[in-house]
């Protein structure tokens, strides 16, 4: 999320100015205009901030988390919400489950634990072509799992792939050290929604449902209802994979690059073996919620104070290695849910996008189908961050509706808004591409897969309809 963070100055000054006029212009027609819409003044008013939070986010016109920031203290300098109402999210389980999570993948990430269980991952597979396909797939979606920032994640990956394919004597780029790359985004990237700590947006998407929603959803019941729909995906890509990503030449065997590797490594260290019990408990804790009743995010707090108190996560590493600008858009954001309900902006949303739904709540597989849509849609102008905040928001009250779990609206948000057309919708496939100086793959290669993923996603989907109707998520 950081690395999203640094971008805004980067964006053309005429884009970001062009942005900033534009949300000036709508924030004062709604302001000081307040024009019949269907909503009483007060709630034009704060729709007008939402909707200068939103185009200044959209063109980055400040960083995301001053954005949110301006829009927290609009709301309470204006009157129009109360202080601990807005700023609620920050005493949230959701704010303090995501400090604990991203301590954990920081020492995680900066022990070595994860590059070293990333070695050992490729090294238990053949040393094939196809085989490594698998054990990348894999390993992306075992690391997803402890680490939810997809920066950190691929930033450590990407050199090892980089090896990976010249042992396996492959040309870098090529379109096999491609299909390395392409195997491990599925997990590095592109299944956020298989874990609740699988990516930022999984975190956010969860702070954003009702409560006795989080409550139901711990972090194995999540896994649960996420699995079926994340098989579908992995098999397809997977094959297409192997299929799109055939080798130009026969791969030269060799276990050498891995080998080295964890001889400069080294035993485990101690902060490594604290780092690893750690892990445990706190996947253990997580998937014994409903026999101890402590919630999740007390679990990963608890994580966090051991790491800092045995010197695992030093002062240095926590400024760097957790994402602070995160949880500062999230503390000023969380809340928007509450706001949006305390002015009925929610039903008034609800009112104009219900059309576009509400025809085919009798065939709940179109109306997947017609929300994956939207977001793929949405994701051409928004961050996959900014769609599945705004797409949450807006069509999480048509759940009550549709008769299905407010979850399953958002996981339908979530899975579509993985999807990417264009470079420039995933910085993290930059980070990498940056990291190997363009040694790992390339775009034109890499695009040919996006058909896939936009397919595999709705399948994804429509298939887990009868699972989650077992599990009473959906009537």
């Known amino acids: 999320m950081a690395a999203l963070f640094s971008r805004p100055y980067e964006k053309a000054a005429v884009s970001r100015w062009a942005g900033g006029v534009l949300g000036l212009a709508v924030w004062a027609y709604l302001w000081f205009w307040t024009p019949n819409i269907g909503l009483d003044p007060a709630a034009t008013k704060q729709l007008g901030l939402l909707c200068l939070t939103l185009i200044y986010w959209v063109f980055w016109v400040f960083p995301d988390y001053g954005v949110a920031l301006l829009f927290a203290l609009g709301l309470i300098l204006t009157g129009l919400a109360k202080a601990d109402v807005v700023l609620g999210g920050f005493a949230s389980t959701t704010w303090f489950m995501t400090l604990g999570v991203l301590g954990l993948g920081a020492a995680i990430t900066g022990s070595g634990l994860f590059y070293r269980l990333s070695l050992q991952l490729v090294r238990f597979f053949p040393l094939n072509y196809y085989w490594q396909i698998i054990a990348l797939g894999l390993m992306g979606i075992v690391v997803m799992a402890l680490i939810p920032q997809q920066s950190a994640r691929t930033a450590i990956i990407s050199q090892m792939l980089v090896n990976l394919s010249e042992s396996l004597g492959y040309k870098n780029p090529s379109r096999a050290s491609t299909g390395l790359f392409v195997a491990s985004f599925l997990g590095l990237g592109q299944l956020g929604f298989l874990f609740l700590t699988g990516s930022t947006t999984s975190l956010i998407a969860w702070g954003l449902l009702p409560p006795d929603v989080r409550a139901q959803f711990t972090w194995g019941y999540w896994f649960l209802a996420a699995l079926p729909p994340t098989l579908v995906v992995v098999a397809i890509i997977l094959l297409s994979t192997m299929f799109l990503y055939r080798p130009e030449s026969q791969a030269q065997v060799s276990y050498k690059m891995v080998q080295n590797q964890l001889e400069v490594l080294g035993p485990l260290s101690q902060k490594e073996w604290i780092t690893l019990g750690v892990l445990f408990f706190t996947v253990g804790g997580w998937l014994t919620i409903s026999y101890h009743g402590i919630d999740g995010a007390w679990i990963s707090l608890i ?68 929300i994956a849509l939207i977001a793929y849609g949405t994701k051409l102008i928004f961050t996959s961050f900014l769609t599945v905040v705004t797409l949450t928001v807006a069509l999480l009250p048509l759940s009550v509706d549709m008769g299905i779990s407010p979850w399953i609206m958002a996981t339908i948000i979530l899975v579509a ?35 896939f993923y936009a397919l595999a996603y709705i399948l994804a989907l429509i298939v887990a309809i009868p699972y989650w109707r077992y599990l009473g998520l959906m009537g």
């Open 303 to 370: 994580s966090l104070c051991v790491l800092v108190n045995t010197g695992v996560l030093g002062w240095g590493m926590l400024k760097k290695g957790i994402d602070w600008e995160l949880l500062i858009y999230m503390g000023a954001t969380l809340s928007i849910p509450t706001l949006l309900t305390q002015a009925k902006i929610d039903e008034w949303l609800v009112g104009w996008i219900s059309p576009l739904i509400v025809p085919f709540l009798e065939r709940p597989a179109l109306s997947f189908v017609i």
């Open 417 to 451: 808004s993985e999807v990417w057309f264009f470079p420039f919708q995933v910085d993290w496939h930059t980070l990498a591409y940056s990291t190997t100086e363009g040694k790992g793959f390339t775009y034109p290669l890499m695009s040919r897969i996006n058909p």
